[in-house]
Antibody
Framework: EVQLLESGGGLVQPGGSLRLSCVAS????????MSWVRQAPGKGLEWVSA????????YYADSVKGRFTMSRDNSKSTLYLQMNSLRAEDTALYYC????????????WGQGTLVTVSS | QSVLTQPPSVSAAPGQKVTSSCSGS????????VSWYQQLPGTAPKLLIY???KRPSGIPDRFSGSKSGTSATLGITGLQTGDEADYYC???????????FGGGTKLTVL
């Protein structure tokens, strides 16, 4: 059974940093592109970033480019999202998602970890 | 404001059919596959349709997808109250080199 378990969310002040983690199980982690998708309270879904299976190539939404860094440790089946220079508009539930045959096919999702940016 | 445009809401009666559109451009829907997601209240999204019109295992054939030009459509037949959810279209934008989500459509089963 595929499982994705996010952690690391919490309350942080504007300008602060946070690192999210996502531990994967039930599939060969190193074979799949992975993504982060977020959802602000009461709003729609927003793609944040994606990372390739092995060479670590990353892609980011313009809204987080230069502030967020996505990485992975295939030996630990773990995904990371380092978030710096956080803003109030980054407040959201952050989902980790496994991509299927394309980066737009999120076939499994975690339950999310909540990030709140507030003073 | 999303690059992919979806109607904010659609509604229909139980047992009826409903369609929901997703409008984009030549750099996204026009040249890339579209997927659709269902998000029930308080839950994580679920993949409904991928590669324009394919259904993952376990998704009933009441759900269908199509694409024409720079628009895509999600269809749901035999509506059930359990289908009340938010529905999102997703595609890749070749110019932005980014994944795009539509703004979402809230389905109400009257």
């Amino acid at each position: 059974e595929v499982q994705l378990l996010e952690s690391g969310g919490g309350l942080v002040q504007p300008g602060g940093s946070l690192r999210l983690s996502c531990v994967a199980s039930g599939f060969t982690f190193s074979n799949y592109v992975m993504s982060w998708v977020r959802q602000a309270p009461g709003k729609g879904l927003e793609w944040v970033s994606a990372i390739s299976e092995t060479d670590g190539s990353t892609y980011y939404a313009d809204s987080v480019k230069g502030r967020f860094t996505m990485s992975r440790d295939n030996s630990k089946s773990t995904l990371y999202l380092q978030m710096n220079s956080l803003r109030a508009e980054d407040t959201a539930l952050y989902y980790c998602a496994k991509c299927g045959n394309r980066v737009t096919n999120f076939d499994y999702w975690g339950q999310g970890t909540l990030v709140t940016v507030s003073s | 404001q999303s690059v992919l445009t979806q109607p904010p809401s659609v509604s229909a009666a139980p047992g009826q059919k409903v369609t929901s559109s997703c409008s984009g451009s030549s750099s996204n829907i026009g040249k890339n596959y579209v997927s659709w997601y269902q998000q029930l209240p308080g839950t994580a999204p679920k993949l409904l349709i991928y590669d324009n019109n394919k259904r993952p295992s376990g998704i009933p054939d009441r759900f269908s997808g199509s694409k024409s030009g720079t628009s895509a459509t999600l269809g749901i037949t035999g509506l059930q109250t359990g289908d009340e959810a938010d529905y999102y279209c997703v595609t890749w934008d070749s110019s932005l080199r980014a994944v795009l989500f539509g703004g979402g459509t809230k389905l109400t089963v009257l």
